[in-house]
């Protein structure tokens, strides 16, 4: 069901690859909501995937850029106020790449090059956007930032390796973006702790499909799948979450509160 809650506003939506894409579902939503957007993607990534589908599909431009490249990011700014005839009141970032992972190096002995090249891909791109974003002078007042995050931030999961340090650094950059933005043009940024979803970056990490069985089994509403993330970005970015900023979000069924649930007490120990 669509509600306009998107009407009238302009985006920029990173990150989607594929139909399996987090960022794939919301930009969906988010045309079905009203709003109107430009699509990027790191320029080898749109090759490989199917971005122009979506675009026909949403019509939406695309415009590659790098998100480590401060250029790229002066160009996807300019272009995309060009293209969309305003400022931009919503940004998207839905992007994650760990080379140590790619590559299958165990936590004790990681490339620091990649581990470097893992946090600018995954976390210092944030930053990035939204220093361009300020010095293009390209957002809209009360305009809303999504990032999107694991909770291996907080807690440990085997093979997410330095993953992990890049969503925690993700999530410190969006509280400190957000008291920048929040004072300058009353602009929310948040990140969402989302579920494990079945997409390229997640199916990339080893053991995926345990930690995807295990949070579902433990979160009583089980696992969020990527609509649901979309719709839960549709909200932030509309007028009805105005003063919420600076927040990381849990969007995972309930698994972040759970000890241990009934589902896995009887899977460890079934009853005669
Ligand atoms: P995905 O593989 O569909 O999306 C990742 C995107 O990052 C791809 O579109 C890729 O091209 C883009 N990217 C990589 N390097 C880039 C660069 N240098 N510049 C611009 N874009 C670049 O996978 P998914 O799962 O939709 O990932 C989106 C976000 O959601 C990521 O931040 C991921 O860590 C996060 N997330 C995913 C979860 C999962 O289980 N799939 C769970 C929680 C968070």
Redesign the pocket.
């Known amino acids: 069901m669509a509600y306009n809650l998107l009407k009238g506003k302009r985006g920029i939506i ?5 139909p ?5 579902k919301v930009a969906e939503r988010v045309y079905e909501e009203g709003g109107s957007f430009v699509l ?3 320029p080898l ?1 749109m090759r490989m ?1 199917k971005i122009n589908e979506l675009a026909a599909a949403c019509k939406a431009e695309i415009v590659p ?4 490249s401060i250029e790229d990011l002066t160009q996807l700014f300019e272009k995309s106020v060009q293209i969309l005839g305003g400022k931009i009141d919503f940004i998207l ?5 760990s080379p140590n992972i790619r590559k299958s190096r165990p936590y004790e002995d990681l490339n620091y090059e990649w581990f470097m090249k893992t946090l600018d ?2 976390a210092l ?1 944030l930053h990035k956007m939204l220093h361009v974003a300020d010095k293009t002078d390209s957002l809209n007042e009360g305009g809303s930032v999504v ?4 909770i291996a931030a907080q807690r440990v999961f085997p093979d997410y390796t330095d ?1 992990a340090q890049a ?1 925690a650094t993700l999530e410190s950059i969006a509280r400190s973006f957000g008291q920048v933005l929040g004072q300058k043009k009353k602009v929310r940024v948040n990140t969402i ?10 199916q ?1 990490i080893d053991g ?1 499909d345990a930690f ?1 069985t295990y949070a579902d089994k433990m979160s009583p509403l089980g696992n969020a799948p ?1 609509e649901a993330c979309a719709d839960y970005c549709v909200s932030l970015f509309s007028d009805l979450t105005r003063h919420v900023t600076m927040q990381n979000l849990m969007h995972d069924g309930g698994f972040s509160s759970v000890g241990i649930s009934q589902g896995i007490v009887d899977a460890i120990s079934p009853k005669s």
């Open positions: 990173t990150g989607a690859l594929d399996n894409s987090i960022a794939w990027t993607n790191a990534a995937g850029a790098d998100a480590t970032h839905s992007i994650g790449m891909i995954s791109s990032a999107l995050s694991y993953m969503k702790s989302q579920s494990p979803t079945m997409t390229t970056a997640g990339g995926f995807f990527a």
